[in-house]
């Protein structure tokens, strides 16, 4: 089984600064990696995953992560954070075994609040 | 390209009531996936169809059932409702094969009084 925590459920920065979201897994498969935002009263957009290569993956809105095996991490970054980044972002896993999305273990989600 | 479309938006039902939510996957997406989002749970899995075969379930009672139809649209039903039903219920799609990751719709938020 896997399971994914998210260390953080609340980060609060000022507009412009950088932000860090902490996700660590757990898994005893190897395991594809996901990052998903929600804004207020939507669904779940994907903002990056991480499936094999590079560790360092990009995504939309300027957002990046890093895969870090020996520490089971894929913390999420932004250099500089705008007002509209005000969000709940989610950590996610599938096994690799899994050749489809079903079955994605989620973390709790951070509420990032950016302030002016 | 249309997004995922969840239908309807807001559901307000009595307990002991059934409910039946829909979802249409973006075009081409075989893959339908629900779950339940609530503040103190936060998102669970609730089953998963590919070509209207339920491939994936997670661990909720029989009351929550789902079926696929050929055009890959998606139904999910609870039956005799619990207070503890309400919760916004998520669908998403994804094309079935490969780790592509999923496209959400809106949700459906579900209150049971």
């Known amino acids: 089984a896997q399971s994914v925590t998210q260390l953080d459920s609340q980060v609060p920065v000022f507009e412009e600064a950088p932000v860090e979201l902490r996700c660590n897994y757990s898994s005893s498969v190897s395991v594809y990696l996901f990052w998903y935002v929600q804004y207020p009263n939507q669904g779940l957009q994907l903002l990056l995953k991480y499936l094999s290569g590079s560790t360092l993956v990009k995504g939309i809105n300027g957002f990046e992560a890093e895969f870090n095996k020996s520490q089971t991490s894929f913390h999420l970054r932004k250099p500089s954070v705008h007002i509209s980044d005000t969000a709940e972002y989610f950590c996610?896993?599938?096994?690799?075994?899994?050749?489809?999305?079903?079955?994605?273990?989620f973390g709790d989600g951070t509420t990032l609040t950016v302030k002016p | 390209k249309a997004g995922v479309t969840q239908t309807p938006r807001y559901l307000i039902k009595t307990r002991g009531q059934q409910v039946t939510l829909s979802c249409s996957p973006i075009?081409?997406?075989?893959?339908v996936s629900w779950y339940q989002q609530t503040p103190g749970q936060g998102l669970q899995f609730l089953f998963e169809y590919f070509s209207e075969t339920q491939r994936n379930k997670g661990n909720f009672p029989g009351r929550f059932s789902g079926r696929q139809f050929s055009n890959s649209r998606s139904e999910m039903n609870v039956s005799t409702l619990e207070l503890g039903d309400s919760a916004l219920y998520l669908c998403?799609?994804?094309?079935?094969?490969?780790?592509?990751?999923?496209?959400f719709g809106s949700g459906t938020r579900l209150t049971v009084v």
């Open positions: 996610a896993v599938i096994p690799l075994r899994y050749t489809n999305a079903g079955k994605s273990t």
């Open positions: 998403a799609s994804s094309p079935g094969q490969g780790p592509a990751g999923y496209t």
């Open positions: 075009s081409g997406h075989r893959s």
